[in-house]
Structure formats: structure tokens, C-alpha cells
């Protein structure tokens, strides 16, 4: 079983963005509910969290999910929005952090990420004397080569997103199902839709990068280059016709707030994500 829980689905201002006054995020700060979105991070299997938002603490009181539990962290890049290192070190902090379950040499939380992601937390750590390096142990990832988390394997794939780094999205299996992790990217690379054919998982669901909504895509995507995502997908016979297909990373760029923005979706049988969203699969 793999099970997918969107602790946040925003992109890196968050939706209403603090500072702006446009007319999407006034109208957020009016309705609400399932249209506030905080910085994008995701918990699967309850162990295993990609990336660490700076909402961290406001998603685990209010979504009601203890994050003791988290052995893994898997980061997609160093962006802030995916990487809060001030709430990593409280995890490596022995005072901030107490596992009286935990033995002393079990307690740490493996880390995976690219070159960029390690020097950030580097650089992090050797400036706060408080956090314990020991309490983290990272492996550094290469697109194309698998790395198991427990139970599950995480394929990392090449994503468009910063120049000279080396971002990733993951397809995520159990050995039965697999689901596709796919943000923050623009227009995938050639190469992960190779990289993809070639690992031969059927993928039960997709979660796309649509920080763009209905604008055309630049580092980020936008529903027509998700469309053609899901159209290269279906062409190498990785998905078929009936695969859902989430919307993430969703921003107030547009101007359409997520509920006008999840009606455009369904038309074309997308999902636009929600802060609290569990998928689960198979379903
Ligand atoms: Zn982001
Ligand atoms: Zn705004
Ligand atoms: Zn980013």
C-alpha cells in the first residue's frame, strides 16, 4: 500500500501569499477552508516525509499528525519552500526533539537529496552549534538510481527547475503500485520519461507541478503542460486513461483561487490538491 498525505499543496508564498493584495488572495482570505494552501510537503506510509515545508508545525497541529514517527526525509531541492532548515535542526536537537522509544543509535532521520540540498544543510548545521549531526544521516541521490526507504523504493527523475542543480521527482513504489511525485518542475526532460519507460511501473496516480494554473509554464508548470505530461505519459504506456492525475503546488499567479481553479481541472479530469489530502493506494 502506498499512502499519500498532503500536509501542504502551495508553492513558495503560499496561497493567500502574506504581502500581496491580489484580487486571488483577497478573495483566499475571505472564504478559506480548502482554498488556503501552505507550502507544499507530503507524508507517505506515515514514516517516510518529501521535503520539509516551513508550515511544518502549523500542518502537523492542524492536521493532527505527530511527526515522531518520521525516519526519512526525501527533498526534491534546496528551495526554502521544500527545505526549512531552522525546523530540520529542531529534529536533530535533543532537547527539541524527545524519542524516549528510541534507542540512542536509532535515533536519527535519514536524509536524501542532490549536492545542493547537502551543502545547504552543511552550511546550516556548522552555524548552529545546537544541532546534532549525528541525528542525520544523509546520502546524496542521482536521478535514475533507486534508493529504498523501508518498504518503499524511490526512483528520483530529473525534473526542469533550476539551472545547474540537480532537482528531482520521484516515482514512488511498494513493489505493487507506484505513484509519480512530480514537483516543482517545468516541461519534464526527455530523459525522465527514458528513465521511466525503462523502470516499467505501471503508475496507479500522478501529482504534477501546476504552480502556474492557466498561465504558460516557465520552472513551473501550468495545466497545458500537464495536459501534454499526461498525453508523453499515457504515449510510453505508463499510465492509461483512467490514472488519476493530482494538481499541486498550486499559486495565486493565475488569479483564479483553487476552488475556480479545481472546477477548470475536473474538466479535464485532473485533481487539483488540497492541504489534508490522504490518496491511498490502490484506492
Ligand atoms: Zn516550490
Ligand atoms: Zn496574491
Ligand atoms: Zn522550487
Not at 14 to 40: E, W
Amino acid at each position: 500500500m502506498i499512502k499519500v498525505h498532503y500536509l501542504g499543496t502551495g508553492a513558495a508564498e503560499g496561497f493567500p501569499s502574506p504581502f500581496c493584495d491580489c484580487s486571488a488572495c483577497r478573495k483566499v482570505r475571505q472564504t478559506g477552508g480548502k482554498n488556503i494552501k501552505t507550502r507544499s510537503c507530503a507524508v507517505v506510509n506515515g514514516h517516510v516525509l518529501i521535503d520539509l515545508s516551513p508550515d511544518i508545525f502549523t500542518q502537523s497541529r492542524q492536521q493532527g499528525i505527530s511527526l515522531a514517527g518520521i525516519d526519512n526525509l526525501v527533498c526534491t531541492h534546496s528551495h526554502s519552500d521544500h527545505l526549512d532548515l531552522f525546523s530540520l535542526m529542531l529534529r536533530c536537537r535533543d532537547g527539541a526533539t524527545v524519542l524516549p522509544d528510541v534507542p540512542d543509535d536509532k535515533n536519527y532521520i535519514s536524509v536524501w537529496g542532490n549536492a545542493a540540498v547537502e551543502a545547504r544543510i552543511s552550511q546550516a548545521f556548522g552555524n548552529e552549534p545546537h544541532a546534532n549531526r549525528q541525528r542525520l544521516h544523509f546520502t546524496q541521490i542521482t536521478p535514475g538510481v533507486p534508493f529504498r526507504t523501508g518498504e518503499l523504493e524511490f526512483l528520483p527523475l530529473a525534473a526542469n527547475h533550476i539551472t545547474g542543480e540537480k532537482c528531482c521527482i520521484f516515482c514512488i513504489s511498494d513493489g505493487q503500485n507506484a505513484f509519480l511525485y512530480g514537483n516543482d518542475t517545468g516541461l519534464l526532460p526527455e530523459s525522465t520519461f527514458e528513465a521511466l519507460a525503462r523502470y516499467g511501473k505501471k503508475i496507479a496516480a500522478v501529482s504534477l507541478d501546476c504552480s502556474r494554473g492557466t498561465l504558460p509554464g516557465d520552472a513551473h508548470m501550468g495545466i497545458s503542460e500537464c495536459r501534454q505530461t499526461r498525453s508523453r505519459l499515457l504515449d510510453i504506456g505508463v499510465i492509461d486513461k483512467n490514472t488519476a492525475v493530482y494538481l499541486n503546488h498550486f499559486s495565486h499567479v493565475c488569479g483564479m483561487i483553487p476552488e475556480e481553479f479545481a472546477r477548470l481541472a475536473y474538466k479535464d479530469s485532473m485533481n487539483l490538491t488540497y492541504d489534508g489530502l490522504i490518496v491511498t493506494l490502490p484506492a
